[in-house]
């Protein structure tokens, strides 16, 4: 009877792991890494993927977003394609997302929801494409953004209903585009800007300029950017730098109201014009009192007249 050697056991399971040249633990974390290839459910299709969350969509002709984006990405190159429009929650799926990169698109439109599920976006590139205008709460939803690009674009006013109070924005391209001058209040809703491209843009010397000529007084930039941030006196052909307009030079403008007027005046409109109602409907009422009790005494008396002229009347007697 042969006697069983160590050498023909079978050795256990826990001895094979640990005498394994590559672990099974780190060939399934290295599975779980962000893949690289188009096709499976962490990539988008039509896209190349690299570790770190880096999806690369550069240049392929694509017509719209990535339908099927995941939250595993963090960067997504959308530059050089056919994107002509956002529709409402363009990116849902992608709530991690932390730069965005759309140069290049023809982009012409862009719905005020479109942003509405990136509320980690640090980076937004919308350069050079083809956009007018933008409606109110478009990047509202970016509360984290740090870095915005909208240059070499159409855009010929900017109201600050688009831009929001983004309190992080500390960068704000919109140099070769259509402005002549910027809203007010959009600068006052942006307090950790310091860095505003604006070269390229067709400004026009006038009141309109105040707010921005104020905020470049209090961030001067170098002598050869400012030298270049000219604009046009109305009737007349001859540029001025923006810097060169101290404070009096706005003296003839209308000053802006503050805070405290504008919320004097939004409190004190509406109850104005309740009490103008009610002071309205009293008089019309009274109004209508005095008339219908003076039409009664009317009625009254031509209904009194046809009795006193009858044949028992005192009038009747004294004429027998």
Request: glycine fraction near 6%; include cysteine.
């Amino acid at each position: 009877m042969r006697s069983p050697s160590f050498l023909s056991r079978r050795p256990p399971p826990m001895l094979l792991l640990l005498l394994s040249p590559w672990p099974v633990w780190a060939q399934s974390s290295t599975a779980a890494t962000f893949p690289g290839t188009p096709g499976t459910p962490d990539c988008p299709e039509a896209c190349e993927c690299a570790p770190g969350g880096l999806a690369n969509c550069s240049g392929r002709a694509l017509p719209a977003v990535p339908a099927d984006l995941s939250r595993r990405v963090r960067a997504l190159l959308l530059d050089h394609n056919r994107v002509r429009a956002l529709p409402p929650g363009a990116f849902v799926g992608a709530g991690t997302l932390l730069r965005l990169d759309l140069r290049e698109n023809g982009l012409r439109w862009v719905h005020a929801r479109a942003f509405w599920s990136l509320g980690a976006l640090q980076r937004l590139d919308l350069s050079n494409n083809q956009l007018e205008a933008l409606a109110p709460g478009t990047f509202s939803p970016l509360r984290a953004l740090r870095s915005l690009s909208l240059a070499g674009n159409r855009l010929a006013r900017l109201e600050p209903a688009a831009l929001g109070a983004l309190p992080l924005l500390h960068a704000l391209s919109l140099q070769d585009n259509a402005l002549s001058a910027l809203a007010p209040g959009l600068l006052a809703r942006l307090p950790a800007l310091h860095a505003l491209h604006l070269r390229g843009n067709p400004w026009t010397c006038g009141c309109a300029l105040r707010p921005l000529c104020s905020w470049l007084r209090r961030h001067p930039r170098p002598a050869p950017e400012a030298e270049t941030l000219l604009c046009v006196l109305p009737g007349r052909q001859t540029l001025s730098p923006l810097t060169a307009f101290p404070d009096a030079a706005f003296s003839h403008c209308p000053q802006p109201l503050a805070l405290r007027d504008l919320a004097v005046v939004y409190v004190l409109g509406p109850v104005s014009f309740l009490a103008s109602l009610a002071a309205c409907l009293a008089l019309g009422s009274v109004l209508t009192a005095c008339r219908t009790r003076r039409c009664r005494a009317t009625a009254l008396s031509r209904l009194r007249g046809p009795r006193d002229s009858g044949p028992g009347s005192p009038a009747a007697s004294a004429q027998a």
